[in-house]
């Protein structure tokens, strides 16, 4: 509770354990926890991992010789943060456990490489709890209350005024 912690990375980093936030269902709007993980670079989340909350963001370095095709400003949900290309061996041997991202992830592209179920043996409506379901993004809450998101600094406190959501809507 009442933590604001974000980290800024110049460079790549690899997620390999989960990050969590602690008895979610003990905030309020001022005590939700919030954490944000900015890089400049590219994100990588080991295949271990099963939940990330918070808000990530991938910026492209735009000191790479051409940002816009290098893997710069992107997040692999399943990857080792090598060298090695991921090819559909490699996903089909490693990616099968459900990545659940609660908060919300910014990036130039988002690699989602989870295989978890598949479409001959997904019913009609399945919810998020489904075992078919590889990756979920839910916009939680603690996004929103509480205030700015960001560590200002200064000793001001900023109020959300307005919130507007362009699609996709979910």
């Known amino acids: 509770k009442n933590k604001n912690i974000t980290i800024f990375v110049e460079g790549n980093v690899l997620i390999t354990s989960n990050i969590i936030y602690a008895n979610r269902n003990t905030y309020t709007a001022d005590t939700a926890p919030k954490f944000a993980l900015v890089v400049k670079g590219s994100i990588y989340i080991a295949p271990s991992v099963t939940q990330l909350d918070g808000w990530y963001i991938a910026q492209p370095n735009t000191a790479a010789a051409n940002p816009a095709t290098a893997d710069t400003g992107v997040v692999w949900t399943c990857h080792q943060a090598d060298t090695t290309a991921v ?3 490699y996903v089909s041997a490693n990616c099968r456990n459900k990545l659940t991202f609660n908060g919300a992830v910014v990036a130039k592209q988002i690699n989602l490489l989870r295989s978890n179920g598949d479409v001959a043996t997904a019913g ?4 998020r709890g489904s075992g078919n379901i590889a990756e979920v993004f839910n916009f939680t ?9 960001f560590n200002t600094g200064s000793g001001k406190e900023y109020k959300i005024e307005s919130l507007i959501s362009l699609p996709p809507v979910f």
């Open 87 to 89: 090819t559909a061996a």
């Open 124 to 127: 009609v409506g399945e919810t």
């Open 141 to 149: 809450p603690e996004m929103v209350t509480g205030g700015g998101f």
